[in-house]
């Protein structure tokens, strides 16, 4: 476990706002693509949010929550199921991966990143929600 001055902050600046541009632009892409694919935006809505089931296991505590966070919240998953179903002409799979998609880049484009083991707060992208805005007003008044 990380120590907490061993605590990664993310990334910020620029390429932070490159990381969100990048998610904004995974998420329209999966969703045009399921648009292309005959998917129904019913069937989407009712999944889009499918993925974020994995923040029950936070119940275990971080390291096991922050584990299947992120194993719901990679794209390579979702990539091998969209490829599958394009191999087997199954478009249900298909239309599942890209779904899976559009939500990885909508949390990616608000700066929703993966998860480490000390916190949920503790992202790839910086931290979230009430650590973020702590860090942000520290950071503000020692100047």
């Known amino acids: 476990m990380l120590a907490p001055a061993e605590t990664p902050v993310g990334v910020a600046g620029w390429p932070r706002l490159l990381l969100r541009l990048e998610g904004a632009a995974l998420m329209a892409a999966a969703l045009f693509a399921y648009a292309r694919a005959g998917g129904g935006w019913g069937f989407c809505a009712l999944l889009f949010f ?10 275990a505590g971080p390291r096991v929550g922050a584990t299947a966070y992120n194993c719901a919240h990679v794209t390579f998953a979702p990539l091998l199921l969209g490829a599958l179903g394009l191999l087997s002409g199954q478009p249900l799979l298909t239309q599942l991966a890209l779904i899976h998609l559009a939500h990885i880049g909508f949390d990616r484009a608000l700066g929703f990143g993966l998860k480490y083991p000390t916190a949920f707060g503790d992202t790839h992208l910086g931290r979230i929600g009430a650590a973020r805005d702590v860090m942000r007003f520290t950071s503000a008044a020692a100047r």
Request: charged residues 10%.
């Open 50 to 59: 499918a993925p974020d089931l994995s923040m029950v296991f936070y119940l």
